[in-house]
């Protein structure tokens, strides 16, 4: 047997303070504390953070308005620029701290973290940093001009990624931010804070709060934001639409998903295989465009589900800093009860759960990687978004029905399409209700390349020229 | 001619599915022209109108987005045709809702006729001013096309009752897109004439459906419908029923353009179009 | 015919039922299995494991002398570095093979005699392929009479590439024959055979004509052995016992030439086919300047330091 060693990757690289106030006007202020950060992967208590109210939430738009109208947004879009490039070239310096950081709050694996999250923050932050200055060539009009103030409020899936699509895009036009990161994850966002510190940028520019829903509602609702920008929850992004109604803010949401990760008998049997289990335990399927819906064709459902358990058996659940960690912690213990319930209404429904023999920790919030075989469109775990690493299998057997299930959802974030076949693909991926369709891989990302939903998984996109629309004014 | 000859007037109906029904409910509502005389009776439609209008728009998604966008374009071109042919109706008609003088309807009729001609040459070009190639780190073919967001419920300007319509509905159909249009209650006659050319223009049945009625009846079952993709409140001049309408919108996340006043004789930005389309990403490996 | 090939009926009956086997297997995406490859290429293997994983590195390796200037001396002097491969230390295990030309299979026979190294010699008019085939057939039974257990061959690229792919299958099968009781190892050059559905094809067409391994590599074409490349035959190796129920090994040969690169192998091997393969039974390395990093990686985790060229023999 080749047993692996433990390769941990070394959490000293990482400073974590005990308490953590709020990055606002350049400064942070005193911590006040209100909340917990746990590690996910063993429950320790990380740091206590502050809990933003309505007299902080003022005050960052405050900060946020003023360098807008003195600062930011009348400064040269080739100033802004440097700004940014300076910024991802502080992120590319502090990659492997970030990441560590990242992996300690979030459980994601550090080789994730590492390899995936880290280098498309700076990737980000370089793209848009680009366009800061060539604007009037994007396409939105001759005189593109920023908005203003954006709230913005992010998951806790890719906390810094998530971050940089954010930040990046909404500076690069010229508008200021106040950012609430994820009430689980807010460390990288608060050492981000630190990075635009040592990146000189003005302050004001970026504001960093930290807080619960309540938080971010005062965030999204405050009369002075004039863009909101919001992933996160199909249902939280409804609750927003529903509270911007009337307003003269811009809103673009980024939400669920439920996506069809649909394998003719003609693919690529093995990549396909690979890109299943990219599309589902990447980030132990803590992914809104997760293909957490196998659609296989039913002549190669046998032969493709045995490939599929023999690969996920080589899965190596466990320790997320340790560097041959493929699936880490779930994110939080809430999550872990969301997650256990939809299985447990999987097996209530009469689908079959199977997992690979693997031994969880005792401490932390872990969940094995997990299919369910001979599930229909009329079970829950088909039609929900579990957001864990759970797979619904389901099987078709032409053309039309895989397309036809595919878009039998309310959801329309993301579908993937594994065949040899050309001509398949391309009619398949205009037939798809879906803002991307991975053919023949799954879960790549870009900065260059747009991001985002049909339907209910939420309006705009992001990366990407088109990732500039939602911070120009019209 | 004798001029003691009686006129045969025409019934007002609404447009669904490419036919003309009355109103299911039965009901009509007077229309008078702005200076006050007796114009028509239309159909007053009800929420079951609506209901039978999304069907009928759904139903046409398929056809009209598969269709080229060559042939889009076409067709767009074509009721510009039919339009011209029938100008000096459209400008009696527009005339008769709004008042005004002859040279206001005419210059209104004539700035419909050019948006149509305007919108049909932006359907194959659509995909290439709001597409993009990726240059992604990586061996990877991705593109970024429009696809038309599906069905729209469209409340039509209150005032302008031709070049306001067309203005509205010409952006959101040009990309593929089918829709629901809510005629200005006070002026819908040129609206169902518009129908009568939609009709006769080679445009599949059900891409337009015209309902005449009224906003605030309508409005909130045209918005809250859970088939219906987006939501133009263009038309919807009270803040109250336009907020309470992009609440209902938020049900099923729609897409929502807020009332704000554009001028319809500027040449129109793409915003119009754009706000309806969903920009796709395609990636594909790169290898051999 | 072979038990294999009638295991899954007899694809080898026409040029017509091969084609239709071979071209109906799954395709290979090439940016995903790079992918893959790469990945697997990111295991950190530390402490014990590695330690592990050198050992059985070692006992993989099939020290190779493929030169026009080989002479009995210097394939002497490698018998001696194949049973003995670090003379300061006796607990270190010896390589599975030595692999030479036909011509020195005497002198490796008579240096390696008693030792449990085996002795493999390429064949079949190795590297190119290119004479008559009963040329071939002599230089393998030649070979075997010499004293070679193991004979790495050649296929024709030339049949294979133009399509030829019975011709190739009878000549395979024909060499086999000729190995008697010696194990045969079928270097598919995947350097020449351009994509990797072409490597998989291959790999089944070496199997079902009865090769005991497949091997990338001559070693005389670049690229020689990759990961991408060894991932496809693993794939092909497991999909094959699931099919028909016998084993095959598989060897990656030329351009492995430190132990990080070694152990990557490894663990591919691990994470593909499984502890099946991780034995010298079934996986090899075709090397030559590999096994001295191995050696200096060995002593490094038992020292603890660094070590120089110099502390490890030359041959």
């Keep these: 047997m080749f047993e692996y060693a433990p390769a941990p990757e070394s959490r000293a690289i990482v400073d974590i303070k005990s308490s953590y106030g709020l990055f606002i006007d350049g400064k942070f202020t005193d911590g006040t504390g209100g909340r917990k950060t746990v590690n996910p992967a063993t429950e320790e208590v990380l740091a206590e953070v502050t809990e933003a109210g309505e007299a902080e939430v003022n005050a960052a738009v405050a900060a946020a308005r003023k360098a807008y109208s003195n600062v930011w947004g009348p400064m040269r879009g080739a100033e802004r620029a440097k700004y940014l490039y300076r910024i991802a070239r502080i992120v590319q310096e502090r990659a492997r701290e970030l990441a560590v950081l990242e992996s300690i709050d979030n459980g994601k694996p550090i080789r994730e973290s590492r390899d995936v999250d880290l280098p498309l923050v700076a990737a980000h932050f370089f793209y848009y940093a680009g366009w800061a200055d060539k604007l009037r060539h994007a396409g939105f009009g001759p005189e593109p001009r920023p908005i203003g103030v954006a709230g913005q409020v992010i998951p806790w899936n890719f906390p810094l990624l998530m971050l940089a699509w954010k930040i990046a895009p909404a500076l690069a036009c010229g508008n200021t931010v106040v950012l609430k990161p994820a009430e689980t994850t807010p460390l990288t966002a608060l050492a981000f804070a630190e990075i635009c510190q040592q990146a000189d940028l003005p302050p004001g520019v970026v504001n960093i709060i930290t807080g619960g829903g309540e938080t971010g509602r005062l965030l999204v609702e405050h009369p002075d934001v004039d863009k909101v920008a919001f992933t996160g929850s199909t249902e939280v992004g409804r609750a927003i639409a529903q509270s911007v109604a009337g307003t003269r803010k811009r809103v673009t949401l980024e939400l669920g998903g439920k996506a069809a990760n649909i394998v003719f008998d003609d693919a690529p049997i093995d990549q396909a295989v690979e890109g299943i289990v990219n599309g589902i335990f990447f980030n132990q399927g803590h992914v809104c465009c997760a293909g957490s819906r196998l659609l296989v064709q039913e002549s190669v459902a046998e032969e493709l589900l045995a490939s599929l358990k023999r690969r996920m058996a080589q899965l190596r659940v466990g320790d997320p800093l340790d560097k041959n960690t493929d699936v880490g912690a779930i994110n939080s213990a809430a999550q872990l009860d969301r997650i256990r319930e939809l299985s447990a209404a999987g097996d209530e429904e009469g689908a079959q759960r199977w997992s690979p023999p693997c031994a969880l920790p005792e401490r932390g919030f872990w969940f094995a990687p997990t299919i369910f075989t001979g599930v229909t469109q009329a079970h829950r775990i088909a039609r929900e978004e579990i957001f864990g690493p759970v797979l619904s299998v389901l099987t078709f057997r032409t053309p039309a029905e895989a397309v036809e299930k595919a878009n039998n959802t309310p959801y329309g974030l993301s579908a993937g399409v594994w065949t040899e076949k050309g001509s398949r693909i391309l009619r398949i991926a205009d037939q798809l209700r879906a803002g991307v369709v991975w053919a023949n891989t799954f879960n790549k990302f870009d900065p260059t390349s747009p991001f985002g939903g049909y339907k209910e998984s939420g309006y705009g996109r992001e990366g990407g020229r088109h990732g500039l629309e939602a911070y120009l004014a019209h | 001619m004798p001029t003691d000859r009686l006129a045969v007037k025409k019934t007002y109906k609404l447009y669904i599915g490419g036919a003309f029904p009355r109103s299911e409910s039965g009901r009509s509502y007077e229309v008078r022209s702005a200076g006050g005389a007796f114009l028509a009776n239309a159909a007053l439609a009800s929420r079951k109108d609506v209901r039978d209008a999304v069907k009928a728009a759904r139903a046409a998604v398929g056809k009209w987005s598969g269709a080229t966008a060559y042939n889009r374009g076409q067709i767009l071109y074509r009721i510009a045709e039919m339009l011209e042919g029938r100008r000096a109706q459209f400008i009696a008609e527009v005339r008769d809702s709004e008042g005004g003088n002859k040279s206001s309807a005419e210059a209104a009729v004539d700035a419909a006729i050019d948006r149509w001609v305007w919108y049909a040459g932006w359907s194959d070009k659509l995909a290439q001013v709001y597409g993009n190639a990726n240059p992604v780190a990586g061996p990877f073919f991705n593109l970024t096309v429009p696809e038309p967001t599906g069905v729209v419920g469209v409340v039509a300007p209150a005032d302008s009752s031709l070049l306001g319509l067309v203005s509205v509905v010409a952006p959101v159909i040009v990309g593929g897109n089918t829709c629901v249009v809510l005629a200005s209650p006070a002026r819908p006659l040129p609206a169902i004439t518009l129908a009568e050319v939609l009709a006769t223009s080679d445009l599949p049945g059900g891409v337009v459906n015209l309902l005449t009625g009224q906003t605030a009846e309508l409005g909130p079952w045209l918005a809250g419908h859970m088939d219906v993709n987006a939501v133009d409140l263009t038309g919807v001049d009270d803040h109250a029923l336009a907020r309470d309408l992009e609440v209902a919108a938020a049900a099923n996340l729609k897409r929502v353009r807020r009332p704000a006043a554009d001028d319809w004789a500027a040449e129109p930005a793409l915003d119009r179009m754009l706000g309806y389309l969903e920009p796709k990403t395609v990636w594909h490996p790169k290898g051999i | ?315």
């Design chain 3, 1 to 315: 015919m072979t038990a294999t090939v009638s295991a899954l009926g007899d694809v080898a009956r026409s040029d017509a039922a091969l084609r239709a086997f071979l071209h109906g297997l799954p395709g290979v995406d090439q940016v995903g299995a790079e992918a893959r490859a790469a990945m697997l290429g990111t295991r950190s293997i530390k402490t014990t494991a590695k330690a592990w994983a050198i050992d059985l590195a070692i006992r993989m390796v099939d020290l190779t002398t493929l030169e026009g200037a080989d002479t009995p001396g210097k394939v002497q002097a490698l018998c001696a570095k194949a049973r003995r491969p670090d003379p300061a230390d006796p607990s270190c295990p010896a390589v599975a093979a030595i692999c030479v030309y036909p011509a020195l299979v005497p002198t490796a026979a008579e240096a390696l005699r008693g030792s449990g190294v085996h002795l493999a010699s390429v064949a079949t008019s190795f590297p190119s392929g290119q004479a008559p085939l009963d040329i071939r057939l002599a230089d393998t039974r030649a070979a075997v009479s010499a004293g070679a257990d193991e004979i790495d061959m050649v296929i024709n690229r030339g049949a294979f590439l133009a399509g030829r792919y019975l011709e190739v299958f009878e000549e395979i099968a024909a060499v086999k024959e000729a190995c008697g009781d010696a194990h045969l190892k079928v270097i598919l050059e995947t350097g020449e055979l351009a994509t990797y559905d072409n490597v998989r094809r291959a790999s089944w067409l070496g199997m079902l004509a009865g090769g005991d391994f497949i091997k990338t590599s001559t070693g005389k074409v670049t690229p020689a052995a990759t990961p991408p490349v060894t991932l496809v035959m693993l794939e092909a190796v497991r999909d094959f016992r699931a099919q028909t129920g016998r084993q095959v090994g598989v060897k990656p040969a030329g351009g492995i030439r430190t132990s990080k690169d070694a152990i990557k192998y490894l663990v591919m091997v691990n994470e593909t086919v499984g502890d099946d393969w991780l034995d010298p039974d079934w996986f090899r390395f075709g090397a030559s300047t590999l096994l001295n990093d191995l050696l200096m990686q060995r002593t490094k985790l038992a020292t603890g330091r660094y070590e120089g060229p110099d502390y490890f023999t030359v041959d």
